[in-house]
């Protein structure tokens, strides 16, 4: 991609160099010939697709010269990111041309993780995965399979396994991620707010972030939308142990107690419940649990919560002051990822109760309705019916019943495998992901895995989870491939496309054909009728009024926004909660119906005891949760990471700057990396920057740099909905 | 009317989350361990004790009174009318002499190609109607860039609106076309211009040395060799530099 002429000529002062100082006079008079030649850019052609660098999806346009990819862009016309890109965006080249990337269809050899492998034809690799497959679901059943998956190309992978009949399909986005959040939210308002949030951010006036470091856990469009709030003067309040980038944009940070969240949430409910500072007219008119709510949190006092987690009574009511002051153009900020405590599903409803009762529900600087844009999906054959229910229990009654049954718990899942409980799981078929590194339990992977008669996982580039496949098939990159339609909810609704940037680099094939090919070998052809993927979105466009070929030129067609419809209470039109009682629910029937409703309660939550530390993880701008270490450019940002332990602790402990240490949690599960000394952070917690620590030899940029936060991070769960409840592992550091 | 090609850099809607960094590599093909932009984090002491952060988004800071240019023995560093300072690969002989002469390390050697490389405000792009790579890719929208002598264009508009800092200091000022707006906050030292004793070196060479080299090879031949020797001698104190280096 360099743009200098021939560089053979160069160096000439090095050693013999020298002599070749004759070459020169004709550049000497060059130069006192100025002009000088300008470089110019090189003859190219654009073509449209939407990212898959992490799982906001940002609209790009990707420059390709000679057949490669040679550039990313930002789509201006896409709400998801309004022409912008992150580093990870732009690094996205880099996920292509990693010289790691796996090239071709692998057989294990050796021992399962030993990394022995054979080259084979992915004829002979569909066969003997067909001959495993239908061996177990001869001997199993069908629910014998399951399926875990990350990523945009997971979706034909769900199609696969639902048509061989297992219920068993999940993804980390519940139940490691964003579960608690959007239960909560449909719980009390029948608005799960998941996926790409629907907050006015741009028109908001005050922030009250809780722990959501939007500046580093970093989406475009979204972080964009609040940075232009804040620059017009919007006020922030940042509450995390850590001060983040996000806490420097701030007008305050409060370094609130880890896991006291709900505390200071409560408290802020009780102050405006108790000095009717929230939107009197909404509340009557849309809600309905007013005086029960007012009850249950009747003990939760300011200085009770100040006790708890740390922030002064004093600055707890003025702060419910201030929001209601500024409402509707008021958000109380939740995080994404909201799997910390062993009551998550408590924060969330406090964050879904405190904006109800700031009113912003369809109002702007609020919570706005979404517009989306149809395309029918392909009509295909019923999947037969599964008979078992799924192992992992998510939407079960009498298991989980509130967890999302489409995505599961994965790590539900995990355990499930290993125990072989409630009934055996032999066949495992991963797409993407890396149950190591984003689950909290080495211990519980390593012995699932080996309970399995066959895995078989799909994936871009090695890792820690699909070294252990016993076959392996390399799928296209984003840039190398069609995959299904992007369809989306902003205040515009669209629909964008994303085409192949240049023919796949290695012998790799993409999701939709895998599966097509997996299916035949099966006998499921009828659920992948299209040839490709191509052919499947434009037949569903055609149903749409649309076409591929359209959408090709295009990139992206929306819908354009419709403030009566995204802001129905600003235009004199009723807003819509579609829960059971058809109002938003300050106490949720549905928790009430399941005996579930000490969620709104607080329970307390573990505290270090005598030289141990709260453990947090978290992320930065420039990389995406664990698959991005090894991408050259990213690492070349950040290599490692380190332990944030504040100064106070750090000399307690004779820890410098820079110094190698040892973290343990109590289960003496160690990982080993250097101090960050820093005042960014609580005395009693430490932090690490997630994603590190990969022990997968393959990945040659990031084997060994840094620790595992996924080996530190608490196995617990959250009692009501069986996501993770990574933040409650305490730890002790030692100078190595 | 002459273009002023400007960079403007907002610190308090900079996010240092390097998409600039990683856009800039990837249009020019950057070789790893060396970046042509950066962002520095400045980590302060806020009131009471609390921590605070400035980020400040740099590159090159197409100097009015750029001293790599006036550093350079072969003619290779220029500067365009419309203010960018640019390096004429054709001419440039690797010799560094410019390197310490920048006092905000802009420059560097592309071990790649042999050449100086540098943030050249993209003008193979900006030639082409073309926003600079890390401002089409911002993410909080820190950065904007166009031509000050067009009352119309969104520099010109932001330089009124905005009180604007440049990186001088009382013993560097060569005339930077890079602005920061950091919300009334005095810019911290370790973000100010370092001083460049190089630079006095450099410019002997310039008013000594350098008209020699209308006299022919022998003249050419005598700038090489001192400016190869120079390169030697700056060996050490580079090595010095490097440790406050900010390509991070």
């Excluded at chain 1, 997971?154 to 964003?178: D, I, Q």
């Excluded at chain 1, 994936?459 to 339609?485: C, F, G, K, T, V």
């Excluded at chain 2, 890719?137 to 609106?161: K, W």
Aim: charged share 25%; glycine share 10%.
């Amino acid at each position: 991609m360099s743009k200098t002429t021939d560089p053979s000529r160069r160096r000439f002062l090095g050693g013999a160099g020298l002599l070749a100082v004759g070459g020169y006079p004709a550049r000497a008079l060059a130069r006192v010939k100025a002009p000088h030649a300008a470089e110019m850019l090189g003859p190219s052609r654009e073509v449209f697709s939407f990212c898959d660098m992490c799982y906001w999806r940002c609209g790009l346009k990707i420059r390709v010269r000679d057949g490669r990819a040679v550039k990313i862009e930002g789509n201006p016309e896409h709400p998801n990111n309004r022409g912008v890109v992150c580093a990870k965006g732009n690094a996205g080249l880099m996920a292509a041309y990693d010289p790691d990337r796996l090239k071709f269809p692998l057989l294990r050899m050796g021992e399962r993780g030993a990394g022995k492998w054979k080259r084979i034809s992915w004829d002979e690799a569909y066969d003997r995965i067909a001959a495993a497959f239908l061996k177990a679901k001869e001997q199993y059943g069908p629910e014998t399979l399951a399926m875990i998956g990350h990523g945009t190309w997971e979706k034909p992978y769900h199609r696969l396994a639902h048509a061989f009949g297992t219920p068993n399909t999940t993804s980390p986005v519940f139940g490691l991620c964003c579960g608690p959040r959007d239960v909560a939210n449909q719980l009390v308002a029948g608005r799960p707010l998941g996926g790409n949030e629907t907050l006015d951010l741009e028109n908001c006036r005050y922030f009250l972030m809780m722990g959501r470091n939007i500046t580093e856990s970093l989406h475009n469009g979204e972080t964009l939308g609040w940075v232009e709030a804040v620059a017009k003067g919007a006020q922030v309040v940042y509450v995390d142990p850590r001060y983040t980038i996000t806490a420097s944009k701030a007008k305050e940070w409060l370094p609130i107690r880890p896991l006291t969240d709900h505390a200071f949430l409560l408290a802020l409910i009780r102050v405006m419940i108790e000095e009717r500072l929230y939107d009197t007219e909404f509340v009557a008119a849309y809600t309905l649990g007013l005086e029960e709510l007012e009850r249950r949190v009747a003990r939760y006092t300011p200085e009770w919560a100040e006790e708890e987690c740390g922030i002064a009574a004093k600055d707890i009511r003025r702060i419910a002051r201030e929001l209601a002051a500024h409402a509707p153009a008021a958000l109380v900020y939740s995080p994404r990822r909201l799997t910390r405590t062993s009551n998550d599903l408590g924060t969330g409803l406090a964050i879904s109760i405190l904006n109800t009762l700031l009113g912003v529900w369809d109002r702007e600087g609020g919570i706005f309705s979404p517009l989306s844009f149809p395309v029918p999906e392909p009509d295909l054959p019923p999947f037969p019916h599964a008979d078992a229910p799924r192992a992992d229990g998510a939407g079960v009654e009498g298991v989980w019943p509130l967890a999302n049954a489409q995505y599961g718990l994965t790590n539900q899942m995990w355990s499930a495998i290993a125990e072989q409980k409630p009934y055996p799981i032999k066949l495992l078929l991963t797409a993407g992901g890396n149950g190591f590194m984003n689950s909290t339990d080495f211990d519980a992977i390593r012995r699932a895995i080996g309970q399995l008669d066959f895995f078989v996982a799909a994936d871009i580039a090695p890792n820690e989870m699909n070294q252990y496949a016993d076959i392996l098939l390399p799928e296209a990159s984003y840039l190398e491939r069609y995959d299904d339609l992007q369809t989306g909810g902003a205040k515009e609704g669209f629909v964008a496309v994303r085409m192949p940037a240049m023919k796949p680099l290695h012998d790799t094939r993409d999701a939709w054909t895998i599966c097509k090919q997996l299916a035949g070998r099966l006998g499921l052809g009828a659920w992948f009728p299209h040839a490709s993927a191509a052919e499947l979105i434009d037949e569903r466009l055609k149903k749409a009024g649309l076409s591929l070929a359209e959408l090709e030129t295009k990139g992206i067609v929306k819908k354009p926004a419709d403030p009566a419809r995204n802001f129905p209470r600003e235009h004199g039109l009723p807003s819509v909660f579609p829960t059971p009682s058809g109002k938003v629910e300050l106490v949720p029937s549905r928790l009430k119906a399941l005996g579930m409703d000490d969620a709104l309660d607080y329970l307390p939550q573990v505290r270090p005891q005598d030289g141990e530390f709260h453990f947090t993880f978290g992320r930065v701008g420039f990389h995406t949760h664990a698959r991005t270490q090894n991408n050259p450019w990213l690492a070349d940002l950040m290599g490692e990471n380190e332990l944030w332990i504040h100064p106070d602790a750090a000399s307690r402990q004779g820890i410098r700057d820079g110094d190698r240490v040892e973290v343990a949690d109590r289960n003496s599960r160690k990982e080993t990396l250097r101090a960050k000394v820093t005042r960014r952070i609580r005395p009693d917690t430490v932090f690490m920057v997630h994603g590190f620590g990969h022990f997968d030899p393959r990945m040659r940029t990031a084997h060994g740099k840094g620790a595992a936060d996924a080996n530190l991070a608490s196995r617990d769960r959250d009692g009501h909905l069986g996501t993770v409840a990574m933040g409650r592992s305490l730890v002790r550091v030692r100078k190595l | 009317m002459t273009k002023k090609y400007v960079m403007l850099a907002d610190a308090t809607r900079c996010i240092n989350c390097k998409a600039c960094v990683i856009a800039c590599r990837a249009e020019w093909g950057t070789p790893l361990g060396h970046s042509r932009d950066w962002v520095r984090e400045v980590e302060m002491e806020g009131p009471g004790g609390m921590p605070d952060l400035m980020l400040l988004p740099g590159r090159c800071q197409h100097c009015d009174d750029a001293p790599c240019v006036e550093s350079c023995p072969s003619g290779a560093a220029y500067q365009r009318e419309d203010g960018v300072v640019l390096v004429d690969h054709e001419l440039c002989s690797g010799c560094e002499l410019c390197v310490p002469a920048c006092p905000y390390d802009a420059r560097f050697l592309n071990p790649e190609t042999g050449t100086v490389s540098k943030c050249t405000f993209c003008q193979p792009r900006i030639d082409a109607g073309q926003p600079p790579a890390c401002v089409g890719t911002c993410v909080g929208r820190a950065l904007v860039f166009g031509d000050a002598n067009d009352p119309a264009s969104e520099v010109s508009r932001l330089l009124q609106e905005k009180e604007w800092l440049r990186l001088t200091s009382d013993g560097v000022n060569v005339g930077p076309n890079h602005y920061y707006h950091t919300g009334g906050r005095p810019l911290p030292p370790e973000a100010l211009p370092k001083p460049t004793t190089p630079h006095v070196q450099g410019r002997l060479l310039e008013e000594v040395v350098n008209p020699l080299a209308g006299a022919g090879l022998l003249g050419m031949a005598g700038v090489f060799v001192a400016a190869g020797m120079k390169k030697l001698l700056d060996r050490r104190s580079e090595v010095q530099r490097q440790e406050g280096g900010h390509h991070d």
